[in-house]
């Protein structure tokens, strides 16, 4: 086969085109499915005795009445460059979720900045001392962990930790007026719950990522030099585990951005997840897609990030022949 | 090389026994083996697959693999009894005292690191080098093994070097620390034979020029022949035999060792005895074929006459299967066409007649992956007779006893499922699939690579006594020069994608020969002791 001269370059401008056809193919969806919904918004906003005068002019005022191509590519256009138009409400979108972004991306930047570490720690710990009490000891927590839906495990945090030992808020409605202390005294209890969540996910798929490289033949290869076995796993295995590795926690940071709405409803915390509930409650559709379109860049780009990794961790195509 | 008979042995295994755990059962795979062998002395372990000879091996390192457990004897390495010492005390004699070649050099490396850092590893964690004397020694290991480039080869990767190469790569990393021993362990069974050579050479200087001791495990008597002072033939984990190369060359005692060396010389049938006669059943014509940019064939030009076996020779990736599944129509060709009982034969096997997919079929290699794992043998012989030929019921059921018989395997077969049947008649049903559509082309390939010698000469023979009932036409694609002289009435031999020669077998045998064929078949190890040193001798010259 004929190689490029820089395989790795085309391959990830691949990816990255890829990727934002996926974006444009799910803006598209995002823009039309809601088209499709029955109803409009200025009849249920004005309510049945509205005249159709005013529900015309009303369309007209929040710009319903042009065709749906033209709003899609206006609604594309700006959206491409950060602006995501007007709610129904009057206000810029961006305005209303600027804020609650920055809390979710806070929340999601420090729950990922412990449970990363930790579980590729975990994982590594379970690959090496696989079937010892370490191993299974977590193998079974994480495998619960997993099991239990998360609001229950939100439930279960907040009742040990807020009501009965009042370590903690139960709510978790950070401010700005509130230094970094006092907001992050706040989190505590939905980065704990959090973690729970995805650092099993993680944790498992690593050990799991880890142990399927250690049945290859350089692995017994390295155990007939004498490698230790520590070693084996550090040097041998986790050089050839980093792709699936990359992909599972690519999906547990898109997971931290826009799963996190049932965790922000459960600890009342104002972030993105919040602020689309209520959007959907308003019927406030410029803020749903936007709400929408967040969630999809998130998971598009971290799964993106992912690929790379493990397009750039491939020694066959980072050094070609 | 002097062997000092005096000296104290390197390794003494004494009355080995290692038992294996299947079906949570332990079972004896190792059953009292006992040798030694002396420093500078190279010891062949022989046998057929199964026979224990790579348990034995790791053994000699200390190691078990899972699921393995030592439960007898003793393994003393230079007076070190490891089997007696806990595996931490075990792990630092490995890659510095003992050290082992793995089959497969292309599995054995870590495709994450360099060449350098993996062979020079052991050295510098636990052999007390640094790495800069390690590397230098490393380049000469290099060097001494004729790699190329010795200065830079070790910055590469592995997936940047040939076959061949890593092999002999892998040689280094196991002389790295001067160890007293190497298993080899069927070092060059994943080789082309022209490949083979080169990598034997550097293996028997190596040992020569170091004095290292090895253990020297190989199915193939030829090339044990040319490497080992000694040879012990295994046989379900015991030493049947041992003695002296030549002696056991010459005069083999036991019984299995004889059957051995009688299928190595399989009596080959002479040209000519089939067919070839009028218009041939297919004929291939200026056919080309690409995967994308890539040629893989090139204006191929053959024909295969009825009753008639054509082998179809060459090294991997010459283009052999490719052209087999052409044949079949499973892959398209870019140009030329094929020729089948006089009518052109549609490219796409989507467009052939049912009546011309019954005429041709194929037998792959690995009958493992090519039988229904989940189909019982009735299932799978009894499938294309429905397909075929509409039988159903008792007619079926008497035809798939039939072939059944034909292929040598009993009427009870029929209730077994793959996983409950050996190496060889697994293939053997693939066979009796293949003969039930009646066909009239089988295309073969190399469908014995995988099978022991015995049971490849006993499977050779069954499909020509078929060849003989049946007037069934054989293309018979291998590298295997041993298969084409016992089966093959024509021989084509195949190189990066083209032909270089073909014609009746014992014209291609004898020459002259084009300079590829000339190559290939001086790459053949003689049965005999000395052939290696005649061709290191030819090339010192």
Same mark, same amino acid.
Request: proline share 5%.
């Given at each position: 086969?004929?190689?490029?001269?820089?395989?790795?370059?085309?391959?990830?401008?691949?990816?990255?085109?890829?990727?934002?056809?996926?974006?444009?193919?799910?803006?598209?969806?995002?823009?039309?499915?809601?088209?499709?919904?029955?109803?409009?918004?200025?009849?249920?906003?004005?309510?049945?005795?509205?005249?159709?005068?005013?529900?015309?002019?009303?369309?007209?005022?929040?710009?319903?009445?042009?065709?749906?191509?033209?709003?899609?590519?206006?609604?594309?256009?700006?959206?491409?460059?950060?602006?995501?138009?007007?709610?129904?409400?009057?206000?810029?979108?961006?305005?209303?979720?600027?804020?609650?972004?920055?809390?979710?991306?806070?929340?999601?930047?420090?729950?990922?900045?412990?449970?990363?570490?930790?579980?590729?720690?975990?994982?590594?710990?379970?690959?090496?001392?696989?079937?010892?009490?370490?191993?299974?000891?977590?193998?079974?927590?994480?495998?619960?962990?997993?099991?239990?839906?998360?609001?229950?495990?939100?439930?279960?945090?907040?009742?040990?930790?807020?009501?009965?030992?009042?370590?903690?808020?139960?709510?978790?409605?950070?401010?700005?007026?509130?230094?970094?202390?006092?907001?992050?005294?706040?989190?505590?209890?939905?980065?704990?719950?959090?973690?729970?969540?995805?650092?099993?996910?993680?944790?498992?798929?690593?050990?799991?990522?880890?142990?399927?490289?250690?049945?290859?033949?350089?692995?017994?290869?390295?155990?007939?030099?004498?490698?230790?076995?520590?070693?084996?796993?550090?040097?041998?295995?986790?050089?050839?585990?980093?792709?699936?590795?990359?992909?599972?926690?690519?999906?547990?940071?898109?997971?931290?951005?826009?799963?996190?709405?049932?965790?922000?409803?459960?600890?009342?915390?104002?972030?993105?997840?919040?602020?689309?509930?209520?959007?959907?409650?308003?019927?406030?559709?410029?803020?749903?897609?936007?709400?929408?379109?967040?969630?999809?860049?998130?998971?598009?780009?971290?799964?993106?990030?992912?690929?790379?990794?493990?397009?750039?961790?491939?020694?066959?195509?980072?050094?070609?022949? | 090389?002097?062997?000092?008979?005096?000296?104290?042995?390197?390794?003494?295994?004494?009355?080995?026994?290692?038992?294996?755990?299947?079906?949570?059962?332990?079972?004896?795979?190792?059953?009292?083996?006992?040798?030694?062998?002396?420093?500078?002395?190279?010891?062949?372990?022989?046998?057929?697959?199964?026979?224990?000879?790579?348990?034995?091996?790791?053994?000699?390192?200390?190691?078990?693999?899972?699921?393995?457990?030592?439960?007898?004897?003793?393994?003393?390495?230079?007076?070190?009894?490891?089997?007696?010492?806990?595996?931490?005390?075990?792990?630092?004699?490995?890659?510095?005292?003992?050290?082992?070649?793995?089959?497969?050099?292309?599995?054995?490396?870590?495709?994450?690191?360099?060449?350098?850092?993996?062979?020079?590893?052991?050295?510098?964690?636990?052999?007390?080098?640094?790495?800069?004397?390690?590397?230098?020694?490393?380049?000469?290991?290099?060097?001494?093994?004729?790699?190329?480039?010795?200065?830079?080869?070790?910055?590469?990767?592995?997936?940047?070097?040939?076959?061949?190469?890593?092999?002999?790569?892998?040689?280094?990393?196991?002389?790295?620390?001067?160890?007293?021993?190497?298993?080899?362990?069927?070092?060059?069974?994943?080789?082309?034979?022209?490949?083979?050579?080169?990598?034997?050479?550097?293996?028997?200087?190596?040992?020569?020029?170091?004095?290292?001791?090895?253990?020297?495990?190989?199915?193939?008597?030829?090339?044990?022949?040319?490497?080992?002072?000694?040879?012990?033939?295994?046989?379900?984990?015991?030493?049947?035999?041992?003695?002296?190369?030549?002696?056991?060359?010459?005069?083999?005692?036991?019984?299995?060792?004889?059957?051995?060396?009688?299928?190595?010389?399989?009596?080959?049938?002479?040209?000519?005895?089939?067919?070839?006669?009028?218009?041939?059943?297919?004929?291939?014509?200026?056919?080309?074929?690409?995967?994308?940019?890539?040629?893989?064939?090139?204006?191929?030009?053959?024909?295969?006459?009825?009753?008639?076996?054509?082998?179809?020779?060459?090294?991997?990736?010459?283009?052999?299967?490719?052209?087999?599944?052409?044949?079949?129509?499973?892959?398209?060709?870019?140009?030329?066409?094929?020729?089948?009982?006089?009518?052109?034969?549609?490219?796409?096997?989507?467009? $052939?007649?049912? %009546? *011309? &997919? @019954?005429?041709?079929?194929?037998?792959?290699?690995? +009958? !493992?992956?090519?039988?229904?794992?989940?189909?019982?043998?009735?299932?799978?012989?009894?499938?294309?007779?429905?397909?075929?030929?509409?039988?159903?019921?008792?007619?079926?059921?008497? $035809?798939?006893? %039939? *072939? &059944? @018989?034909?292929?040598?395997?009993?009427?009870?077969? +029929? !209730?077994?499922?793959?996983?409950?049947?050996?190496?060889?008649?697994?293939?053997?049903?693939?066979?009796?699939?293949?003969?039930?559509?009646?066909?009239?082309?089988?295309?073969?390939?190399?469908?014995?690579?995988? &099978?022991?010698?015995?049971?490849?000469?006993?499977?050779?023979?069954?499909?020509?006594?078929?060849?003989?009932?049946?007037?069934?036409?054989?293309?018979?694609?291998?590298?295997?020069?041993?298969?084409?002289?016992?089966?093959?009435?024509?021989?084509?031999?195949?190189?990066?994608?083209?032909?270089?020669?073909?014609?009746?077998?014992?014209?291609?045998?004898?020459?002259?020969?084009?300079?590829?064929?000339?190559?290939?078949?001086?790459?053949?190890?003689?049965?005999?002791?000395?052939?290696?040193?005649?061709?290191?001798?030819?090339?010192?010259?």
């Amino acid at each position: 086969m004929r190689m490029t001269s820089h395989p790795i370059l085309s391959m990830v401008i691949g990816r990255i085109g890829l990727g934002l056809l996926s974006l444009l193919i799910v803006s598209l969806v995002i823009f039309f499915s809601v088209e499709l919904l029955p109803g409009s918004y200025a009849s249920a906003i004005l309510g049945q005795t509205a005249t159709p005068e005013a529900v015309a002019a009303m369309e007209e005022k929040l710009g319903l009445n042009q065709p749906a191509v033209l709003r899609y590519l206006a609604w594309l256009g700006g959206a491409a460059t950060g602006d995501l138009g007007m709610s129904f409400a009057g206000r810029p979108v961006m305005t209303v979720l600027g804020p609650r972004l920055m809390n979710t991306v806070s929340l999601a930047a420090i729950t990922a900045l412990i449970a990363v570490p930790l579980a590729i720690m975990l994982g590594i710990l379970c690959a090496r001392f696989r079937g010892r009490f370490i191993d299974r000891f977590l193998s079974t927590s994480t495998l619960a962990s997993i099991s239990v839906p998360e609001f229950f495990v939100a439930y279960v945090v907040m009742m040990v930790l807020a009501v009965k030992l009042q370590w903690f808020p139960s709510m978790a409605g950070i401010r700005n007026s509130m230094d970094f202390g006092e907001q992050l005294y706040r989190m505590v209890l939905p980065i704990l719950t959090l973690l729970l969540v995805i650092l099993a996910h993680m944790v498992r798929n690593t050990r799991a990522a880890i142990l399927s490289v250690m049945a290859s033949p350089y692995v017994e290869m390295a155990r007939l030099k004498g490698e230790p076995e520590g070693r084996v796993v550090m040097r041998q295995a986790l050089p050839n585990a980093i792709g699936p590795i990359a992909s599972v926690v690519a999906l547990n940071l898109a997971y931290l951005i826009s799963g996190v709405v049932v965790i922000e409803v459960v600890f009342v915390y104002p972030g993105v997840g919040q602020a689309m509930i209520d959007a959907v409650r308003n019927r406030d559709v410029p803020v749903i897609q936007a709400c929408a379109l967040i969630f999809a860049t998130a998971y598009i780009g971290f799964n993106l990030i992912a690929d790379i990794i493990s397009i750039v961790s491939n020694p066959r195509l980072l050094h070609p022949r | 090389m002097t062997v000092t008979a005096e000296a104290a042995p390197v390794l003494e295994v004494r009355d080995l026994r290692i038992d294996a755990k299947s079906n949570d059962r332990w079972s004896q795979i190792v059953k009292g083996v006992s040798f030694a062998i002396r420093p500078g002395e190279v010891l062949g372990l022989v046998g057929e697959s199964g026979a224990g000879k790579s348990t034995i091996g790791l053994a000699a390192l200390g190691y078990l693999r899972p699921g393995a457990r030592a439960s007898g004897g003793t393994v003393r390495l230079l007076g070190t009894e490891l089997l007696a010492i806990p595996e931490e005390e075990r792990r630092p004699l490995r890659g510095t005292k003992v050290a082992y070649v793995a089959q497969s050099a292309q599995a054995a490396f870590n495709p994450a690191h360099r060449l350098m850092d993996q062979i020079t590893m052991v050295a510098v964690d636990r052999g007390g080098l640094t790495r800069a004397v390690a590397e230098k020694r490393a380049v000469d290991l290099f060097a001494a093994l004729q790699l190329p480039d010795p200065q830079s080869f070790g910055s590469r990767y592995p997936h940047q070097v040939s076959g061949g190469q890593l092999q002999r790569a892998m040689v280094a990393m196991a002389m790295i620390c001067n160890p007293a021993l190497i298993v080899f362990d069927e070092p060059t069974t994943a080789l082309d034979v022209t490949t083979q050579v080169e990598v034997l050479i550097s293996i028997r200087k190596v040992i020569e020029d170091f004095g290292v001791a090895a253990i020297y495990i190989t199915h193939d008597l030829a090339v044990v022949a040319q490497i080992a002072h000694r040879v012990a033939v295994l046989r379900y984990g015991e030493v049947v035999e041992e003695a002296p190369i030549a002696e056991i060359m010459d005069n083999p005692q036991h019984p299995y060792t004889k059957s051995l060396w009688a299928v190595h010389e399989m009596p080959a049938e002479p040209s000519g005895a089939h067919g070839a006669k009028g218009q041939p059943l297919l004929s291939v014509e200026t056919l080309s074929a690409h995967y994308q940019d890539f040629q893989v064939l090139k204006d191929i030009e053959l024909a295969i006459g009825r009753g008639e076996t054509v082998a179809l020779v060459g090294e991997s990736g010459s283009g052999k299967s490719t052209l087999g599944r052409v044949i079949t129509g499973l892959k398209e060709p870019s140009q030329g066409r094929i020729v089948f009982d006089g009518k052109p034969l549609p490219e796409k096997v989507r467009q $052939r007649s049912l %009546e *011309l &997919l @019954r005429r041709i079929q194929i037998i792959y290699q690995s +009958a !493992d992956t090519a039988l229904n794992p989940r189909q019982t043998v009735r299932k799978i012989v009894g499938r294309p007779l429905t397909l075929y030929q509409g039988l159903r019921g008792a007619a079926r059921e008497a $035809r798939v006893a %039939e *072939l &059944l @018989r034909m292929v040598e395997l009993d009427e009870t077969h +029929a !209730d077994r499922l793959p996983g409950q049947l050996s190496g060889g008649q697994k293939q053997r049903v693939a066979i009796a699939r293949a003969l039930a559509a009646g066909p009239d082309l089988i295309i073969c390939d190399e469908i014995t690579s995988a &099978l022991d010698k015995v049971v490849q000469a006993e499977v050779l023979r069954m499909l020509i006594g078929l060849q003989d009932r049946l007037g069934v036409s054989y293309l018979f694609i291998t590298h295997d020069i041993e298969v084409v002289r016992a089966i093959a009435d024509r021989v084509v031999v195949m190189q990066h994608g083209g032909i270089v020669e073909q014609g009746g077998k014992e014209e291609v045998f004898s020459p002259p020969h084009a300079p590829y064929t000339g190559k290939l078949l001086a790459s053949v190890p003689d049965m005999a002791v000395g052939w290696l040193d005649r061709i290191m001798a030819a090339r010192a010259v």
